[in-house]
């Protein structure tokens, strides 16, 4: 499977910002889709999972009640719906694929979001 992200960008705290992940290819392999990142300086940081079956989410700690993770399942894209951001969500987000919680068997080539202050 090939994980294509779009959607970032530039935005001013307490702003919104939605990425999209498209999977081609061998999608049935990635029965979890999830969004990763990584700020500069910093590890790469688990932000949300969806289940593909189910459409069950989960989410990290800094980004609940933020962030909505959404699926649809006829394009194979996933997005994630980022509200009222912060500078520190600052970062390259990457959509993954797996198997598992969090999904880390296939990664995007990420895209950038920052956010002003």
């Known amino acids: 499977v090939q994980l294509q992200e779009s959607g970032g960008g530039l935005v001013q705290a307490g702003g919104s910002l939605t990425l999209a992940c498209t999977a081609s290819?061998?999608?049935?392999?990635?029965?979890?889709r999830g969004w990763f990142r990584q700020a500069p300086g910093k590890e790469r940081e688990y932000v949300a999972a969806?289940?593909?079956?189910?459409?069950?989410?989960y989410y990290a700690d800094p980004v609940k009640g933020r962030f909505t993770i959404s699926r649809d399942s006829a394009s194979n894209t996933v997005y994630l719906q980022m509200n009222s951001l912060k500078p520190e969500d600052t970062a390259v987000y990457y959509c993954?694929?797996?198997?598992?919680?969090?999904?880390?068997?296939?990664w995007g080539p990420g895209t950038q979001v920052t956010v002003s202050s």
């Open positions: 290819g061998r999608t049935y392999s990635s029965h979890i």
């Open positions: 993954t694929g797996g198997s598992t919680l969090p999904p880390q068997s296939t």
């Open positions: 969806i289940r593909q079956s189910n459409g069950y989410t």
